[in-house]
Each structure stands twice: as structure tokens, then as C-alpha cells.
């Protein structure tokens, strides 16, 4: 793509796609076309949300009245193209529920190709800057464990806290992920069990000073229904008087208009990425739209996510039996307030009945 091309990018919903055209004025090079590919490192970065896996679709290139040509992904319907189909475009549906859906591949989300790259594609969140803080708070709650991750992934947090002599123990459902952490030095004393975390069982229960569920992970459970049963299943593994912690951003609905589904949280010359929100359901997609700078193909991918409230959370875990004891800004105890982007929340299993 040459600097200074004028590029018009526009997002169509039908009832099971979305349809992503980019057009461009110049007549003289054609987009080669070719299968989806996983997003580049920072696809995501400041979001904290990963790059995972890429749903296929289809692109295709129409050359219109000259000098103009469209790519199109997402229209399965395949009735872009025919005359008069992109004069009326439908309205925009609100999005079906996403109600549980278990990825196809049995690592979910975070298969090998995804896990191959974590570490360096999250290089941030294990500087000491951002770790240090996170693992100094869940010390302190954990004293000497044992502790239980949900999502524990590739170790980031898990390791440190067992170098710093507390019992680690995980539930994760990608194996990938998980046999990275086990080929780290120290990885092989953390005991992981390979399941969903809203479900999965760790010992005879009831035994856990602290459970805790990080990086926004709560919301790749993407019905509340699965959220609830993650509260329930914490305070299953929790002893008396232990700890919940979940650390996950705050709905950013505030940048959403009246009347719009989707927000673009990054728009440069080859890469648009958008979030598309259905605040009935509060099922939410991250999407990402790419062109390849030297060949012009384009790829497109979507990444399921419920949102959730604080306060949502607060009422899943009183269902579960616990009862909010903390919520912060972040691991430094930073005040939570109406500006806060995310929040570190603490619940507590009752010592007594
Ligand atoms: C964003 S990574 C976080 C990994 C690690 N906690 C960290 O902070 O680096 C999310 C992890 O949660 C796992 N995961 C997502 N949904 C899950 C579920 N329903 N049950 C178990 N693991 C899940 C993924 O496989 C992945 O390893």
C-alpha cells in the first residue's frame, strides 16, 4: 500500500456475518487473495486482550466503475457483487447471542500456533513493571497457598509465585499453552489440570486460600450463565475466609454511540481493528481487518468476549457465597473510580456459617 492512497473502509452485518469492504482508487494492482493468518504482536497491545484464533472467511476483489476496486470479506450470503446488492445495504441486526459456544479446536482459543507466541506477543504484561504489582498482591493473599489460576496459560503469573514459595495450581484448557509453562525452569512443580476453569475440579475442594482469574480471562467465558458457574466453582475450591481475585477491564461502552454497534480501537494504513458490542446480550467481538502492505492481501479475524459489570460480578459471586472484601484501579491498590479503565477485585469465602 502506497503512503498517501485514499482507502474507504466499510462494515456491512448481515444475519451471520459481517462484511468488511475496503476500496481503493487505484485501478493498477489487483489484492492478490489468500486464507486468513493470525494477527501481527501487537495487534492487541494495550488492550491486553490476545490475539487468538482466526475464524476464516473469504475475500474477494470486484473491479467497479474505474479506477476503483473493492475487497470484500465476510458475506456469506455471497450477494456481494451482483448488481444493485451493495446499493442497499441491510440494517444492521443485533448480534445473536453468543451463548457458550465452545470454540472447534479442543485448545480453544489459544491452540499452538497462538501459544507458540504468546510470551513475545504479551512482552509487556511480564515486564517486572506490570508483573511485580500483580504478584506482590496475590502473595500477600495467598500467604504459603495453596493458590488455584484459572487461565493460568503460559506461567507469567504462576511461576513467580511459586519461586516465591507459595503452592500453585492451574486449570487451563489449552494443552499448548500449558506445555509451554511445563518446559519453563520451575514448571514442572505446578500441577495443572486441563479443562474449563467454570466447571473443572482441583482436589477434594474447599482447600484453596486463594483462586484468581487475571488478564481479563473472565470474559472468554461468553455467557453469563459460564461466568456464574466460574464464581461458583472458585468458591468450591476455596477454604474458609479464602480469596477470589479477578483482575478484567471495565465495559468501555462509554465510547460507544447511541445507535452504533461497533467502536475502532485501532485504525492505521493496513490494519483496522473494531470492537463490535450487542448491549442486550453484552456479547462483544474484538475484530481485526489486515492488508499485507506488500502483497495486498487482506484477512480478517473475530474473537468472541462477554463483557461484564463490576457490579454483575459482585452479584455472581454473592450467588457463588462470597462477598466482595476489595476493588481497586490495579495491582497498587490504585483507587477505583468512574475513570478506572479496569479493576482488581477481591471476594471472600465467610470463615464461619
Ligand atoms: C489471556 S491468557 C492468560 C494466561 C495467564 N493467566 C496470564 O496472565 O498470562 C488466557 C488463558 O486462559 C485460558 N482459557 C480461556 N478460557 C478458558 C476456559 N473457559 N477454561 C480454561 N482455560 C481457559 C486460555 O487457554 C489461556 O491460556
Request: negative net charge; charged residues 25%; proline residues 9%.
Amino acid at each position: 500500500m502506497q503512503v498517501g492512497t485514499v482507502l474507504h473502509l466499510a462494515l456491512r452485518a448481515t444475519d451471520d456475518a459481517i462484511r468488511v469492504e475496503v476500496t481503493d482508487t487505484r485501478a493498477e494492482r489487483l489484492p492478490e487473495l489468500r486464507p486468513p493468518r493470525p494477527p501481527a504482536a501487537d495487534a492487541e497491545s494495550g488492550r491486553g486482550l490476545l490475539p487468538v484464533e482466526a475464524r476464516a472467511m473469504r475475500w474477494d476483489v470486484a473491479v467497479e466503475a474505474a479506477p476503483r476496486k473493492t475487497g470484500r470479506t465476510g458475506d456469506r450470503a455471497g450477494a456481494a457483487g451482483k448488481p444493485g446488492a451493495r446499493s442497499r445495504p441491510p440494517p444492521l441486526p443485533s448480534l445473536p447471542m453468543v451463548n457458550g459456544d465452545a470454540p472447534r479446536d479442543p485448545d480453544g482459543y489459544f491452540p499452538e500456533r497462538i501459544a507458540a507466541d504468546y510470551d513475545r506477543s504479551s512482552a509487556r504484561m511480564f515486564t517486572p513493571e506490570v508483573l511485580d504489582p500483580s504478584v506482590d498482591f496475590l502473595h500477600r493473599l495467598a500467604g504459603d497457598g495453596p493458590a488455584l489460576e484459572f487461565g493460568i496459560g503460559t506461567g507469567r503469573i504462576a511461576l513467580p509465585l511459586a519461586a516465591r514459595g507459595v503452592d500453585v495450581r492451574g486449570i487451563d484448557l489449552s494443552e499448548a499453552m500449558v506445555a509451554r509453562l511445563h518446559a519453563k525452569p520451575g514448571g514442572d512443580q505446578v500441577p495443572v489440570s486441563i479443562g474449563d476453569f467454570a466447571t473443572t475440579t482441583v482436589g477434594a475442594g474447599g482447600e484453596f486460600a486463594l483462586a484468581y482469574l487475571v488478564f481479563n480471562t473472565v470474559m472468554n467465558l461468553t455467557s453469563q450463565d459460564a461466568q456464574v458457574d466460574c464464581f461458583r466453582n472458585a468458591a468450591a475450591h476455596l477454604a474458609p475466609g479464602g480469596r477470589f481475585v479477578v483482575e478484567t477491564m471495565v465495559p468501555d461502552l462509554r465510547r460507544l454511540p447511541h445507535g452504533q454497534e461497533a467502536v475502532p480501537f485501532h485504525v492505521s494504513d493496513t490494519r483496522w481493528a473494531f470492537d463490535r458490542y450487542d448491549v442486550v446480550t453484552q456479547a462483544m467481538s474484538s475484530n481485526y481487518v489486515e492488508v499485507d502492505p506488500e502483497t495486498g492481501q487482506g484477512s480478517y479475524w473475530t474473537i468472541p468476549f462477554r463483557y461484564v459489570w463490576p457490579a454483575e460480578l459482585d452479584l455472581m459471586a454473592r450467588l457463588a457465597g462470597l462477598r466482595l472484601r476489595e476493588r481497586w484501579g490495579g495491582w497498587e491498590r490504585e483507587p477505583f473510580t468512574g475513570e478506572s479503565g479496569q479493576h482488581v477485585s477481591v471476594w471472600e469465602k465467610p470463615a464461619g456459617p
